[in-house]
């Protein structure tokens, strides 16, 4: 049996519809294999504004620092003429809890289901065995010299009388590079042994060092079967042999760019699960926020429709990295195959013409099956 503590954060839109879907998976999973979860609920984004005057508090933070993991649902933007430049905006939840907790290396698992082949904008014979795992550097790199000003790290336009310019640092320590690098190999292990580490190291000085740290880190991985490959390459390589890729592991703004891209192979943006992780570990795993991808869809929050698939399929991340519940996890992740291929289809993923169920039946239809096997 495991004990864990899970600090649980709807947020705001469809946040909570979906955050539900994924307690009651869990609370099955408590159930069925005997563990004890204790979850702590607190607010975040709009509704910590209106009650608490900030997008996460110190005790909800304190809260989450102290759990085993974070489940997290999604958090808004105010509406417009609402927000002040200088007042608390609901985003300001997530970059705290990623930065203060040092959540480095953010992972998202892309799988299509063969049922869904259809939804995805790619031939169903070039999704065949598609099932990859992305580890994105979530902490530094281009993004970062914009939200701190430090010195030697310029992110700025300049205008002067003779010229306009504007200038970003794309600036990595060694240890920056390793500890994500190391998640992954560590990663690969777990799963099919592949691992491709994608950068631009003809061209950045950054990605000669990303390729110099990979290959000293592979040397203590010798299970592992690696290559470097240039992400230009990759981006192509994504939609044209997507299931030659297990693990790709690759920084920043890579990362950002080519996970987009391949979340269309999947059909929905509400389909994809991701988690957070850092340094910390847990009894069997690591400390981790687990949210879905998408965002609080506020054009159908309140309705019933959200897909809680990604929030679920969060939720097994959760099982399987922080707590280390393998098996747990893969039950999860295989109820929810089931179901999809008994035809059961949110809005976001039925076909013309095909009847669709709620958030709410879909969660249903998960735990039934979920309990069954
Ligand atoms: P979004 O992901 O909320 O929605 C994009 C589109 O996908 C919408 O048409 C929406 O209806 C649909 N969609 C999203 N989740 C879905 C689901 N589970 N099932 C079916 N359809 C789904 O992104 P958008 O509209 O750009 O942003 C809305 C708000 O969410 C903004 O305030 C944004 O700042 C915030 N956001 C928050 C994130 C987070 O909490 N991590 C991530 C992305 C956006
Ligand atoms: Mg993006």
Known sequence: MSKATIAV?????????VTACALDVLAVVEERYRHSF?????LVGLDAIRAEGTAISDSTFETCAHSDAVLFGAVGSLPAGQARADGPRPEQALFRLRKELGLFANLRPVHPFEPLYGASSLKPEH??????????E?????YYGRLESVPG???????????TEAVDTLLYTEEEIERVVRAAFEIAEARASRLTSVDKANVLSSSVLWREVVERVAADHPSVAWEHMLVDTCAMRLVRTPADFDVIVTENLFGDILTDEAAMLTGSIGMLPSASLGSRRTASGMFGLYEPVHGSAPDIAGRDMANPVGAVLSAALLLRHSLGLDQEAAAVEAAVEHVVRDGCRTVDIAEAGHAAVGTREMGRRIVDRLRRT
């Open 127 to 136: 999704l065949k065995g598609t099932d990859m795992i992305f580890v994105r």
């Open 38 to 42: 204790t979850f702590h609920e607190g």
């Open 138 to 142: 979530l902490s530094a790199g281009l």
């Open 9 to 17: 954060l709807p947020g705001d839109g469809v946040g909570p519809e």
């Open 153 to 163: 790290k310029p992110s700025e336009i300049r205008r002067t009388a003779a010229r």
